[in-house]
């Protein structure tokens, strides 16, 4: 988590943000506010109200209508409370940033909004860590920072697993893939042995189903063949590691999966652009 800000209102007002690579939540401690997305209908929150924003841009505002203000103007200087003539709206947010290898596989798999309200199953605990988080910052005594910032981490899972936990909502993509049972064997298992040469036969078998009902299930809920995803993790893991580490790119390449370098960096200039040793620590 590496920002933490508050939102306090009244009257007509609104906030544009920019897209970034980040994942956000938004929560609602008092009174309503509109949260709007390019090409989405404005979504409603009230108080107790979460949403999590992928790498979308969009505004807060107290009504749909109003043209909306910079917000980073109000948070530019390091400042972490924007005060818009009032408090009848507070609404606290927090930040996510990624370490830059995992960054597009991490966000390419979530929803760019995932909106979690007061009356979801995940209500009452979310309740609380949202007022323990309000306390906090009312209190403002020594360890309130470190406190909120676990807070806010804790918040976050919880929406992520109030969203996935929704069934009916989450009928297709990565989050709906883990929540089922079948399938999320399947991705628990890829992702604790990436390297191992995985065939459909094999995965399909886990998931105890024919190869043929598995392969359109997996591609219909993750989004992707399930070779496919894979492959992509499997680059996703070796870029992480380029970047962080000094190992060897056929270190590195064999680790992930790969018995021959070449066919590792066609492979990865393929989906980055750039061959390995571009991505890898100077």
């Known amino acids: 988590m590496s920002r933490r800000t508050r939102l306090e209102a009244a009257g007509r007002w609104a906030l544009t943000f920019p897209a970034l690579d980040r994942l956000k939540f938004v929560a609602l401690l008092r009174g309503t506010g509109w949260i709007m997305l390019p090409a989405r209908t404005p979504q409603l929150m009230s108080a ?14 107290s009504d749909p209508e109003v043209q909306p203000l910079d917000g980073q103007t109000f948070y530019g200087t390091g400042g972490d409370v924007a005060r818009l ?5 507070v609404a606290i947010g927090g930040t996510v940033t990624f370490d830059p ?42 360890g309130s920072e470190i406190v909120n910032a676990r807070l806010a981490d804790v918040l976050l899972v919880e929406a992520i697993r109030a969203y996935a936990g929704s069934i009916d909502e989450v009928e297709i993509g990565w989050l709906g893939a883990l929540s089922d049972p079948r399938l999320g064997r399947v991705l628990r298992l890829i992702h604790g042995d990436v390297a191992q040469p995985w065939t459909v036969a094999q995965l399909a078998s886990v998931a105890g189903m024919s190869r043929a009902a598995f392969s359109a299930e997996f591609t219909r809920r993750v989004g992707q063949p399930p070779l496919a995803y894979v492959r992509a993790w499997r680059l996703t893991i070796a870029r992480a590691a380029l970047t962080r580490s000094d190992e060897t790119v056929a270190s590195i390449s064999r680790k992930v999966g790969y018995t021959s370098q070449s066919a590792f960096g066609h492979a990865f200039k393929s989906a980055f652009g750039s061959p390995p040793k571009a991505h890898a620590r100077s």
Do not use: K, Q
Request: aromatic share 6%; proline share 3%.
């Open 101 to 142: 290898g995992n960054v597009d596989f991490l966000l390419d798999t979530l929803p760019d909004f995932l909106f979690v309200p007061r009356s979801s199953a995940a209500s009452g605990a979310m309740a609380t860590i949202l007022r323990l988080m309000n306390d906090e910052v009312e209190r403002d005594i020594i």
């Open 48 to 61: 107790g109200d979460v949403c999590l924003l992928g790498r979308t841009a969009y505004a807060i505002a």
């Open 85 to 89: 003539g009032g408090d009848v709206t």
